[in-house]
């Protein structure tokens, strides 16, 4: 008869855990547990190019920071040597 105390427990803990949860922090979790101002404004974030002028400076953008990147990689790599 042990396993039927058990059954009833297990049923008491799924019944009563979300209602003890829903009591606890109550139904406005939203209004309770937001950070103000988390999501960017839509001017704060990254505008996806569509018309072919507007792609073309993209990519024209990231090539030349690529490029720049790639010069000051090769400028710290050039470590002169003393080779005798």
């Not at 990231?62 to 790599?77: I, N, S, W, Y």
């Amino acid at each position: 008869m042990g396993g039927s105390n058990l059954e009833v427990f297990k049923f008491g803990m799924y019944i009563m855990f979300p209602i003890a949860v829903m009591y606890y922090f109550g139904t406005n979790l939203d209004n309770r547990f937001s950070v103000p101002d988390f999501w960017p404004k839509a001017n704060e974030t990254h505008k996806i190019p569509f018309d072919r002028d507007e792609i073309r400076a993209e990519l024209e953008r990231l090539r030349k920071t690529r490029l720049e990147r790639r010069a000051k990689r090769m400028d710290v790599q050039e470590v002169p040597t003393n080779h005798e």
